[in-house]
């Protein structure tokens, strides 16, 4: 399974402009927390969801209350593997799109029942792409923005995976073969759950897809670190290719289970 599932991942990729047709159903969308999450004050500002020009793709902006939408496979394709979906956005949006649905609806069709998961972000105006924009350039202004919320990013992903897990009976899925994909932001997210993790949330693999991994250098690797899987563009606009090489550096380093594709 880690090698044959991981290169799934590796196919979805090359496979973005084509997606086939799927049967599939979104049945539910699950809080990740009761009430307010842990390490956040209540907020009244709500969530907002909106077709990015800057970004061509759909996203969703000022998340405070974590969720999951799931995605299962019908029950002939149904393999009794399950998969968190972070997708990217900076931690000032989401892109659900390209980097959420899209990949939920192909590995459905592999008969991977799929979990997408918004996570928390920072808090922005009117438009949350543009203001990304337009602080990136200047990492401390953007640092100020996002600082803060990563760590609470990263535990949404912690207990995604971790929730996925626990029921995963009511999915019909196996807890051992409860994996996690990141994009961009969402494989920092991804990076999070597969090196830092308690018995009830280790990932089965995960797959880091052009990570922002940096805040991770000087994480150590467990003993029992999970299959990764770790694909990135050379000319990544946005600088990340380094964080691929050193992501996957960090696995090989320690002989565990990895591949590069750059």
Not at 31 to 49: D, F, I, R, V, W
Not at 179 to 188: E, H, N, Q
Not at 201 to 207: E, V
Not at 216 to 229: H, S, Y
Request: glycine fraction near 8%; proline fraction near 7%.
């Amino acid at each position: 399974m880690k090698s044959a599932f991981i290169r799934v991942m590796c196919v979805l990729l090359l496979a973005a402009g084509s997606l086939a047709a799927a049967s599939f159903a979104a049945q539910d969308v699950i809080p990740l927390y009761p009430g307010t999450p842990p390490g956040s004050a209540p907020e009244t500002y709500p969530e907002k969801q909106y077709f990015s020009q800057l970004w061509n793709t759909e996203v969703v902006a000022n998340v405070t209350k974590p969720s999951l939408t799931v995605f299962t496979p019908s029950s002939e394709t149904k393999n009794g593997t399950a998969i968190v979906i972070c997708p990217g956005g900076g931690f000032m949006a989401l892109a659900v799109n390209s980097e959420g649905i899209d990949v939920a609806k192909y590995l459905v069709a592999k008969g991977v029942t799929a979990f997408v998961l918004k996570y928390r972000v920072a808090h922005t105006g009117e438009d949350a792409t543009q203001e990304f924009a337009d602080l990136f350039n200047d990492r401390s202004k953007f640092q100020e923005t996002v600082g803060k919320v990563i760590p609470l990013s990263i535990a949404d992903g912690q207990a995604a995976v971790a929730y996925v897990r626990r029921h995963a009976s009511e999915w019909g899925v196996s807890p051992d073969r409860v994996g996690v994909i990141g994009f961009s932001a969402g494989g920092t997210v991804a990076a999070g759950a597969a090196l830092n993790y308690t018995p009830e949330s280790r990932p089965a693999f995960a797959a880091l897809i052009y990570a922002a991994g940096g805040r991770f250098k000087d994480t150590p690797l467990p003993d029992d670190a999970p299959p990764v899987f770790v694909a990135a563009a050379t000319d990544d606009n946005l600088g990340l290719a380094p964080d691929s090489v050193s992501l996957y550096g960090k696995w090989a380093s320690a002989h565990k289970s990895a591949e590069l594709h750059m």
